[in-house]
Each structure stands twice: as C-alpha cells, then as structure tokens.
C-alpha cells in the first residue's frame, strides 16, 4: 500500500537557521502531497499541497516541489522563527477525496 | 466558517467499556474521515465517509470499532469493548467532495486514555 517516510525528530534549530525536513513517499498512480503543521495545543492544519508533479506548494514562507522522479515532497524555508516551532506532518493522498497516508512527523524546535 | 467539531475532547475508561465519540463537519463538506493518531505517529485513517455511505473502511477494526453517518452530516465512532492499544487520539476530518487535491479539514480530536 502506500506510505510515506519523513526524517525523524526533533530537528532543533537557531531562529534565521534554513529548513530541511526530507519526505518520500511510495503510492500506486499520482497521489497528491501535502503538508499540515500542528502546533502546540493546536489541531491539524493544512500548510501547503502539490497535486502534480513539478507543482510547487507555498505557504507562510514555506515551499515543497512536487518531485515524481525522486518521490519525494521535501519542506524548506529560508529563514525560521521560534513561531514556526511545531510538529509537520508530510502526507499524500490517493487522488479525488482519498483519505491522506501520513508520515510520523517531524517535532521542530526553533531557538531564539 | 465554523470548523469541524469534535466532543468529547477527553475521556478516559477502563479496558473493556465502550466508548463514544461525535463529530459534526464543516457546512457543506460531503466527505468525513475519522483518523486514529497514536502517540508518536501520525494519524491513520479508520474509515471515510461519502455523504452517508462508506467509502473506505478497510482499516477499521471491525470486531470492536463501529461508525455511522445516518444523515450524511455528523457523525459517531464506537469502540466496543476497548482495549489497551485503543488509547489515542481519534480526529475528524472533512472535505468538499471531488476535486483532487481538496484539502482535509480537521477537528481537534478527542484523546482516549484506556486503563
């Protein structure tokens, strides 16, 4: 079936650091991807999606590109705050209104 | 716009008790999910919901966990009788039917501690 595999945790970061967090994936056909963000005491929320290859998400500072020949969705941002400390979950989901296949997220931690 | 709701937010019970949870999705939204999200990992999905029917329940444990969506708006998820490795949070999403790439909308969870 399909997974999806992210670096494991915690990252821990200086504030201004840039971020890498590695994502791939494994699907039948051209999933879509995604990426939600939970931060403290928070629920899941949507951070930024791809759903063909080449496409790139962005959000807040943040992008993904949609890469079919490495299967991969890997997050960055140039520049992280201590506000951006939070779990991020990378995800995909089979097409239509699939339910999503989630990595085991990644705790970031951003230091001042 | 209102988000997804989820009640209880907590609840805790003893191993072999059952249990209910209740969702009621955003206005509109033709498709629910309920996820379980197990302490260091990330949510798998137990069972979608198309309107009132089932879409996907291939991962629900079926001899113990139960959901419905009688009116294709909200939703319950039942666990009969609870076991240990049931403790988790268990969250409710929904989407907009269709579209691919439509995003999931997704409640607070209710978490589940079994003693």
Redesign the interface.
Known sequence: GDSVTQMEGPVTLSEEAFLTINCTYTATGYPSLFWYVQYPGEGLQLLLKATKADDKGSNKGFEATYRKETTSFHLEKGSVQVSDSAVYFCASSGGGADGLTFGKGTHLIIQP | EAGVAQSPRYKIIEKRQSVAFWCNPISGH??L?W?QQIL??????LI?F?NNGV??DSQLPKDRFSAERLKGVDSTLKIQPAKLEDSAVY?C?S???????????????TRLSIL
Do not use: I, M, N
């Open positions: 033709a498709t999910y996820y260091g990992q990330g949510p798998k999905l979608q198309q879409v996907d969250l999403a989407s907009l039917e269709g579209e691919r790439g439509q995003p999931q909308h997704f409640g607070d969870g």
